[in-house]
T-cell receptor, first 113, second 114 residues
Framework: KAGVTQTPRYLIKTRGQQVTLSCSPISGHRSVSWYQQTPGQGLQFLFEYFSETQRNKGNFPGRFSGRQFSNSRSEMNVSTLELGDSALYLC????????????FGDGTRLSIL | AQKITQTQPGMFVQEKEAVTLDCTYDTSDPSYGLFWYKQPSSGEMIFLIYQGSYDQQNATEGRYSLNFQKARKSANLVISASQLGDSAMYFCAMRDGGNTPLVFGKGTRLSVIA
């Protein structure tokens, strides 16, 4: 069974640009969550989607947005990139948004120059 | 609000020895789930073990076991017979029964010494 697939693996952008990250969950998983990981802040929750609906949103500015498609694939978008957005972005999927283990992708490492 | 605390920034253990990684949590919800994840230097997060708040027995998965002490609100991870490949960051996480996301602790970096 294929795991969670995140694309791209690495991305280099400059300040002010925008970026779209993609996540394909494990087949059959309908819940997708996104996290930002930085050395200073650790793992911070961004969004959670289930059946194309956003269930939860973390404490991030409106520049961070996301969506989930009918096939459960998810994208997140960051506009007007800032240096502080440099991070590892992790996507996780689970069968449902309750106490089911979340399984993570390898992440997208975003660097802002 | 739910909260996870991991007080050990770093731990060392000799190969083949057992090690305990500490995790305490705080929630007012009687229904919650506790998770442990491993993150090697390559970056991927690997699910290790799960304990539900109503589970009567401590969870075990191979060399991993969870020492769940509900009254103390602790969920320590025990790794038996440590291997060099166990060197990684370990994160404790919790999700309670409400419409809340999974919350992670700051992690413990485990180094296994030959």
């Amino acid at each position: 069974k294929a795991g969670v697939t995140q694309t791209p693996r690495y991305l280099i952008k400059t300040r002010g640009q925008q970026v779209t990250l993609s996540c394909s969950p494990i087949s059959g998983h309908r819940s997708v969550s996104w996290y930002q990981q930085t050395p200073g802040q650790g793992l911070q929750f961004l969004f959670e989607y289930f059946s194309e609906t956003q269930r939860n949103k973390g404490n991030f500015p409106g520049r961070f947005s996301g969506r989930q498609f009918s096939n459960s694939r998810s994208e997140m978008n960051v506009s007007t990139l800032e240096l502080g957005d440099s991070a590892l972005y992790l996507c996780a999927s689970s069968l449902s948004p309750d106490n089911q283990p979340q399984h993570f992708g390898d992440g997208t490492r975003l660097s802002i120059l | 609000a739910q909260k996870i605390t991991q007080t050990q920034p770093g731990m060392f253990v000799q190969e083949k020895e057992a090690v305990t990684l500490d995790c305490t949590y705080d929630t007012s919800d009687p229904s919650y789930g506790l998770f442990w994840y491993k993150q090697p230097s390559s970056g991927e997060m690997i699910f290790l073990i799960y304990q539900g708040s109503y589970d009567q027995q401590n969870a075990t998965e191979g060399r991993y076991s969870l020492n769940f002490q509900k009254a103390r609100k602790s969920a320590n991870l025990v790794i038996s017979a440590s291997q060099l490949g166990d060197s990684a960051m370990y994160f404790c996480a919790m999700r309670d029964g409400g419409n809340t996301p999974l919350v992670f602790g700051k992690g413990t970096r485990l180094s296994v010494i030959a």
